[in-house]
């Protein structure tokens, strides 16, 4: 299945072909075999395809990484926290966030090195990039090779899309300066500039980001997964060293399975910039192939006709109307969409409500436009505690919105889903609360209104766990 061995043998439940090493992986504790397979497809390379119709919610694939590494930045060699240099491993002196993650399995063969070499990083800046820590993460899958034979097979058949990668000048230099530090300073003489460079490749192609820690974890099975805007599978709980991955949505016989390498809430056109510089391809996925995005013209600004400029001429900022044609240079509407966005992160209650009159007031910002989505989102976290009933209803009413939008772009039971359906009935409970206080509704009325705001708690409550149907 994953390490393209020839020694296979046929599952005697539903006669798929793997290897006697993940056998156990195939068939999992509860003796079902696992509901999907690995092919190959054309320019696309290794894949994983739904051998059933799978439900939503269900456990669909587990992985265990083959490595946990640091990003670029200085961090704990044992638990990849934030350091901040006051406490250091005893032997090789590089900084730990406490005494016991210099004990840590992860940091045990390359702490000998450093030490045997007195390797230790000068840092001025914790925050700041620092070489030391890109070269240690490409280390510890170099280091596979020795310790871990069978994982190391595993990471020969990965992608590393080094033929693309060699052609930056900078890169191929940086990698080959890695590679002399490798063999010359850590005395790696085993170390090959080839096995860097595919080590190097693999883990931008393939690492997946570790959400609570300054750090990333490859793993050989979430590594085949494609790529989709609109993804079928989600994370049930942050990656760490382990991942489970869950149906957000059904899957039939025969359907790719598909995670998000980046995030949904970006224009089709910055996220195809974003796969492109770091994964290097284009993204085919219904979404990205779609110029309506799914019905909501996520991207788009409405035009006055109706329609929607949908269509980008070349690189520049002019785009087409879907209906009438036009063709309108949006290179100052562009600028200002930047600004707003970026200034979201530090709204306050105090200007939050202008920037949404802002966004509403502008014709060309329909309901599903991806600024007019982000602020309501952050107009939403900022009011979702209060108790002014005016207030109240707009985030309702913003939330709604919200959550129309998020069936359009991010379909299916997803944490984002579920957390802004818990906004939705809090809100709806806090103003029933107060309308009954007012003698303002019935009891039958009440009754029904308890009923659905129960219904959409259970919902929320069940996406945003880590439930699973096994």
């Known amino acids: 299945i994953i390490c ?11 006669d798929e072909l793997v290897c006697d090493e993940d056998q156990s992986r195939h068939q999992a504790s509860t003796g079902k075999c696992q509901p999907w397979k690995v092919t190959e497809l054309p320019v696309v390379g290794r894949v994983l395809i739904a051998t059933r119709d799978i439900r939503p919610w269900e456990a669909v694939l587990t992985d265990t990484a ?28 590089w900084p730990v966030c406490r005494a016991e993650c210099q004990d840590e399995e992860s940091h045990r063969e390359e702490c000998q090195i450093f030490q045997k070499n007195n390797i230790v990083p000068v840092i001025k800046n914790f925050d700041n990039n620092h070489w030391l820590y890109t070269s240690l993460a490409v280390l510890r899958v170099l280091l596979l090779k020795v310790k871990s034979p069978e994982s190391w097979r595993k990471v020969e058949v990965l992608m590393d899309h080094w033929e693309e990668r060699g052609r930056d000048g900078q890169v191929c230099e940086a990698v080959t300066r890695m590679w002399q530090f490798f063999h010359k300073i850590c005395k790696l003489e085993w170390a090959t500039l080839e096995d860097v460079q595919h080590s190097f490749g693999v883990l931008k192609t393939n690492s997946i ?4 820690r300054q750090g990333r974890s490859l793993f050989p099975l979430v590594s085949i997964l494609s790529h989709s805007c609109s993804s079928n599978l989600e994370p049930v709980s942050n ?24 995030h949904f809430m970006h224009s089709k056109w910055d996220i195809q910039a974003m796969l492109q510089k770091e994964w290097l391809f ?17 991207s788009s600004l409405k035009c006055q006709c109706g329609g929607y400029f949908i269509q980008k001429i070349s690189e520049c900022q ?12 949006f290179t100052d509407k562009f600028k200002k969409i930047q600004a707003i966005e970026s200034n979201l992160t530090s709204s306050t209650a105090q200007n939050i409500p202008e920037i949404c009159n802002e966004v509403e007031e502008d014709a060309e910002i329909h309901d599903n436009f991806i600024l007019k989505t982000k602020v309501y989102m952050k107009y939403v976290d900022i009011f979702e505690h209060t108790d002014n009933q005016d207030i109240l209803e707009d985030v309702v009413r913003r939330v709604k919105i919200v959550l129309n939008t998020l069936q359009l772009v991010d379909r299916g039971c997803s944490k984002l889903m579920g957390k802004y359906l818990m906004v939705l009935a809090e809100c709806q409970q806090r103003l029933l609360k107060a309308r009954k206080g007012e003698g303002g509704i019935s009891l039958k009325d009440l009754h029904q209104a308890v009923k659905e705001i129960t219904r959409i708690k259970l919902t929320a409550v069940k996406m945003l766990s880590q439930y699973v149907i096994i």
Request: with cysteine.
């Open 282 to 298: 284009t993204c085919t996925c219904m979404r990205c192939e779609d110029a309506t995005e799914l019905g909501s013209y996520f």
């Open 209 to 212: 980001s570790l959400i609570s």
């Open 4 to 14: 393209s061995s020839s020694t296979l043998s046929t599952c005697p439940n539903c």
């Open 318 to 329: 002019s785009v087409v109307c879907s209906k009438c044609n036009i063709s309108k240079d």
């Open 239 to 262: 990656p760490t060293q382990f991942i489970t991955l869950r149906a957000k949505l059904p899957i039939r016989a025969g359907e790719q399975l598909t995670m998000r390498y980046t």
């Open 66 to 93: 083959l490595v946990t590494a640091p990003d670029d930045c200085p961090v704990c060699v044992g638990c990849l926290g934030r350091v901040s240099g006051g406490e250091v491993c005893v032997r090789c002196k």
